[in-house]
């Protein structure tokens, strides 16, 4: 099937910046990916949504990431990316990829969101 597979997590100090990359791989080549973006969550907490944007590039932020974090996408790709700056020790947390897929089956389509296996983001000083 389709694996999502993160990367660009580490340790960075506050004011720093990441960049986060997820890249949709496998057999998709029959798979059209409507939409891809970024949660994040910590420990007792729900994940929650840091950006999304769709295949016609429509972003969608948090507000508590809105104008500190860019999400972009490269639809050749099967690729999106979050660039993080002016990181916060709010901000540490693990992040997981999402897609919301659209696959063809032998008589139907069925829309299925699949999830990467997440990268931590830790903002410490």
């Known amino acids: 099937q389709v694996q999502l597979v993160e990367s660009g997590g580490g340790l960075v100090q506050p004011g720093g910046s990441l960049r986060l990359s997820c890249t949709a791989s496998g057999s998709i080549s029959s798979i059209s990916i409507d939409a891809m973006g970024w949660y994040r969550q910590t420990p007792g907490k729900q994940r929650e949504l840091v950006a999304d944007i769709t295949d016609r590039g429509s972003t969608n932020y948090a507000q508590t990431v809105k104008c500190r974090f860019t999400i972009t996408r490269d639809n050749a790709k099967n690729t999106v990316y979050l660039e993080k700056n002016s990181l916060k020790p709010e901000d540490t947390a693990m992040y997981y990829c999402?897609?919301?897929?659209?696959?063809?089956?032998?008589?139907?389509?069925?829309?299925?969101?699949?999830w990467g296996q997440g990268t931590q983001v830790t903002v410490s000083s």
């Open positions: 999402k897609a919301d897929m659209r696959v063809p089956g032998r008589y139907t389509i069925t829309d299925r969101r699949s």
